[in-house]
């Protein structure tokens, strides 16, 4: 069987995060004190929940990297899913956050002033967030982890909110009808919300043990469908991905008269080939005989 890779990120790009999340905290808090815009002000808390998710990575990435031990025989992947889960329960407090900042303003309105130079201050700001986003998309697909994607994705929202920030302090400064800065909040309150749940909701997932995405699945079965014959069948196929690993099991039925090499050189073919398909795989097969009524009487998972 080939050799399990290096499976968890390097913490390198964790502290990518946190240096973006600091930047990006001093210049957008410096924006807000400028103009004292509610929608500065939003894009300014979402940097701070960013630095606690960066920080948050940083320990799961730190814990999931552990090797398996006796306590832990399958490693400690499933550390990351709190990470990202973390990093998601963050984004929708924030957004709650925002929009009852929003709301106030809409109630009690205020002049903004220096609204060029904010802005100007605030889209450097977008640029650092868009570069760190990038970078770590980049590295959540070389490494599968979710912990980079969640982060990457939190800052890439980070820019979209920021950008929908500067153009509702735009239409203020081109308008001056302030009432546009708390709507244009609101408006991204919602879709960092949105952003929020959806990653908590693939970080419950995880530590449910769904089943691999379907595209995972099916690249599975069509290596399995290539050693299918009259005499050899598989079912009980289950499915599980534990951070950056990804687990598989299910029964294979041979004839009963084969030897045990003969299995054994079966089953080998078809975990190398597995492995070819889908890296970072722990495959477990259980060898049944085909003519045993008993073999097939979980056929249907």
């Keep these: 069987m080939p050799e399990r890779p290096h499976t968890v990120a390097p913490l390198k790009y964790a502290w990518i995060a946190i240096a973006a999340a600091v930047a990006t905290i001093a210049i957008k808090s410096t924006a807000y004190l400028l103009t004292g815009s509610v929608g500065l002000l939003s894009d300014a808390l979402e940097s701070l929940v960013n630095l606690a998710g960066a920080v948050m990575a940083l320990a799961m990435l730190t814990v999931a990297g552990r090797p398996e031990d006796e306590d832990h025989a399958y490693g400690h992947g499933k550390a990351e899913y709190f ?141 399995l469908a290539r050693f299918e014959t009259d005499e050899v069948r598989y079912h009980a196929l289950r499915t599980r991905r534990a951070g950056t690993l990804r687990f598989v099991t299910m029964h294979v039925l041979v004839p009963g008269a084969w030897s045990v090499k003969q299995g054994h050189d079966l089953v080998d073919t078809i975990e190398r080939e597995l492995h070819e398909a889908l890296p970072s795989l722990s495959i477990i097969i259980h060898i049944e005989p085909i003519e045993d009524p008993a073999a097939w009487a979980d056929q249907g998972l």
């Design 83 to 223: 990470s990202s889960g973390f990093e998601g329960g963050l984004i929708a407090i924030a957004a709650l956050g925002i929009a009852a900042a929003a709301i106030d303003r809409l109630i009690t309105p205020r002049e903004l002033h220096q609204l060029g130079i904010g802005l100007a201050v605030s889209f450097s700001a977008a640029l650092v967030n868009l570069g760190a986003a990038l970078v770590l998309l980049s590295a959540s697909k070389k490494h599968r982890s979710v912990t980079l994607e969640a982060s990457g994705h939190h800052l890439l929202t980070d820019v979209w909110t920021s950008l929908g920030v500067l153009a509702g302090v735009g239409l203020v400064f081109i308008s001056g009808k302030v009432w546009l800065d708390p709507i244009v909040a609101l408006v991204f309150a919602a879709n960092i919300f949105v952003t929020g749940w959806r990653i908590v909701t693939e970080s419950v997932r995880g530590l449910m043990d769904a089943s691999l995405p379907a595209e995972e699945i099916a690249r599975i079965k069509s290596v």
